[in-house]
T-cell receptor
Framework: GIQVEQSPPDLILQEGANSTLRCNFS?????LQWFHQNPWGQLINLFY???GTKQNGRLSATTVATERYSLLYISSSQTTDSGVYFC??????????FGAGTRLTVKP | EPEVTQTPSHQVTQMGQEVILRCVPI?????FYWYRQILGQKVEFLVS????????KSEIFDDQFSVERPDGSNFTLKIRSTKLEDSAMYFC???????????FGPGTRLTVL
């Protein structure tokens, strides 16, 4: 099956700093999503981005499908950005596979 | 904005008991899914459901598990005889098409004692 690797596993930032989270995957995919799991355990859909670049406020994401990676950028981080960020990929007709996540802690 | 809802938010049960977890997917979505997340671990796929039948299931989804869409709005996951290792957060998700974004519910935390 598809392997999904996320880096770094843990990240600690001061409020206001920028960060880049990476997701590598082992095969061509037709679906890639970034999620934020908040401290209450909810999975918040950030981006549906099988290819290209998208931006939503302080967050943006880029997927380079031919090179099998995706990046999530967080600018001017806030304490409410803390939580675990998951990348999940799907090859059409197969189940969606999640990475192990990046645990982000933003300190005031 | 429409969202996926799940009930209950937390379920505590005794080992060997049956539990039913309930989900209301987004109304115009056609594909439905269950995932689980054991505390501190990855989110794992359990099953996908389309056109009133299972379209795919993982090796986790054994004979103890079943899914049903009993009416036009609910989607349920039943665990027939719960085990301690079934303790996890269970997420329901839906999507309008099979290869489009999936929208997750808030989850049901199942604790098996």
């Amino acid at each position: 099956g598809i392997q999904v690797e996320q880096s770094p596993p843990d990240l600690i930032l001061q409020e206001g700093a920028n960060s880049t989270l990476r997701c590598n995957f082992s095969d061509s995919v037709n679906n890639l999503q970034w999620f934020h799991q908040n401290p209450w355990g909810q999975l918040i859909n950030l981006f549906y981005i099988p290819s290209g670049t998208k931006q939503n406020g302080r967050l943006s994401a880029t997927t380079v499908a031919t090179e099998r990676y995706s990046l999530l950028y967080i600018s001017s981080s806030q304490t409410t950005d803390s939580g675990v960020y998951f990348c999940a990929v799907e090859l059409y007709g197969n189940d969606m596979r999640f990475g192990a996540g990046t645990r982000l802690t933003v300190k005031p | 904005e429409p969202e996926v809802t799940q009930t209950p938010s937390h379920q505590v049960t005794q080992m060997g008991q049956e539990v039913i977890l309930r989900c209301v997917p987004i109304s115009n979505h056609l594909y439905f899914y269950w995932y689980r997340q054991i505390l501190g671990q990855k989110v794992e796929f359990l099953v996908s459901f389309y056109n009133n039948e299972i379209s795919e299931k993982s090796e986790i989804f054994d004979d103890q598990f079943s899914v049903e869409r009993p009416d036009g709005s609910n989607f349920t996951l039943k665990i027939r005889s719960t085990k301690l290792e079934d303790s996890a957060m269970y997420f329901c998700a839906s999507s309008p098409q099979g290869d489009s974004a999936r929208y997750f519910g808030p989850g049901t935390r199942l604790t098996v004692l």
